[in-house]
């Protein structure tokens, strides 16, 4: 199969997506794989792209990192057969030779980082390309239609679960209900902890518990102390960071998984008489993307998302710039 690709692309920098071919490739090579895109989910890092938040992108542009499709032509080396429904991430590839690498700590390569959608075509088309080593086995319980947010989303809240222990005992904070959110929720529930829900709407606790919460707290109000072993800070607004410090427990640990726009500013304090500790988490390894693809699988962990056709890519991103997202939207692109 060798057909030109359709995708949506930005073909000026600020410019809208707009209905585009991409010329024919040749035959794979290597690990490389060709997936037939069957889905993709918008994500917040393709609003940064477009946007030229993280400097210019090579046009024209095709944003889409969070795919399910289904592997249509191989290389050699390829781990995938033809015909393997496969989920892909934001992470393409790496180089398999620096620390990070040779530790099974890839998603920290330090060889070059090689993104979904960055320097190469994303998800917004109807084929895309990827090492094959970064392509994922779909387990076959999780629906396909509705998973592609798993593959950045799931796995951004996920790897810090998994880093920091977090099981039956534990107890986790979530700060923010949007689309990281709700499924940090999901997942620290799956696991066993003893979840809050951090967020300024108290209109959500009936949507938090749903989740897996045992409460919503405002997150404008007066905050509990010593309540949360790990906190997860999924929002990008800049917090009054020791206000929130004080809802760790001893040694617990404030991970950022959003990204505020201000450097943070902590009080000693709590890092040196409690031994908190603050810390940030991206994406994860292809093994723990593994484990969380089984524990979605198992345990029924799926993303809330709302569903548009791929020829409403502009509606569906401009719905995620600006919050109206119900809470991931997906476009259907095929299959
Ligand atoms: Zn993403
Ligand atoms: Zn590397």
């Known amino acids: 199969m060798n057909t030109p690709i359709t995708a949506y692309a930005q073909l000026a920098p600020g410019g809208a997506l707009t209905r585009t071919t991409l010329p024919e490739r040749a035959a794979p090579e290597g690990h490389d794989v060709d997936?037939?895109?069957?889905?993709?989910?918008?994500?917040?890092?393709?609003?940064?792209?477009?946007?030229?938040?993280?400097?210019?992108?090579?046009?024209?542009?095709?944003?889409?990192?969070?795919v399910i499709g289904r592997v249509v032509r191989r290389g050699p080396l390829a781990p995938h057969a033809e015909g393997a429904l496969v989920g892909v991430g934001w992470q393409a590839g790496a180089c398999g030779r620096c620390h990070a690498c040779t530790t099974q700590r890839e998603h920290l390569c330090t060889g070059g980082k090689l993104r979904t959608c960055?320097?190469?075509?994303?998800?917004?088309?109807?084929?895309?390309?990827?090492?094959?080593?970064?392509?994922?086995?779909?387990p076959a319980a999780l629906d396909p239609s509705v998973a592609a947010p798993l593959l950045c989303a799931g796995l951004t809240v996920f790897s810090?679960?998994?880093?920091?222990?977090?099981?039956?005992?534990?107890?986790?904070?979530?700060?923010?209900?949007?689309?990281?959110?709700?499924?940090?929720?999901?997942?620290?529930?799956?696991l066993g902890a003893t979840v809050v829900a951090f967020d300024p709407d108290l209109t959500k606790t009936p949507f938090a518990k749903q989740l897996g919460a045992s409460d919503l707290v405002d997150a404008m109000g007066a905050l509990p102390t010593n309540a949360v072993d790990v906190l997860l800070v999924t929002t990008h607004a800049s917090l009054p960071w020791t206000r929130w410090m004080s809802v760790l427990d001893l040694e617990g640990t404030l991970?950022?998984?959003?990204?505020?726009?201000?450097?943070?500013?902590?009080?000693?304090?709590?890092?040196?008489?409690?031994?908190?500790?603050?810390?940030?988490?991206?994406?994860?390894?292809?093994?723990t993307m593994r484990r969380m693809l089984e524990l979605s699988a198992a345990k029924g962990v799926e993303p809330i998302i709302e569903r548009l056709p791929l020829d409403r890519a502009q509606e569906a991103v401009t719905r995620v710039r600006e919050g109206r997202a119900r809470l991931r939207v997906v476009l259907d692109v095929a299959g």
């Open 160 to 190: 810090p679960l998994e880093r920091f222990a977090v099981g039956p005992g534990t107890r986790v904070g979530v700060v923010g209900l949007g689309g990281l959110g709700h499924l940090a929720v999901r997942f620290a529930s799956a």
């Open 255 to 287: 991970c950022l998984i959003g990204v505020p726009a201000a450097p943070l500013t902590v009080s000693v304090d709590p890092l040196l008489d409690e031994q908190k500790k603050v810390t940030g988490s991206v994406i994860g390894s292809p093994a």
């Open 35 to 66: 997936v037939e895109v069957h889905h993709c989910s918008v994500c917040h890092s393709d609003v940064h792209l477009l946007d030229g938040d993280w400097g210019a992108q090579a046009m024209p542009f095709v944003p889409g990192h969070e």
């Open 118 to 138: 960055v320097g190469r075509h994303g998800g917004f088309a109807t084929s895309l390309r990827v090492d094959g080593r970064f392509a994922f086995a779909l």
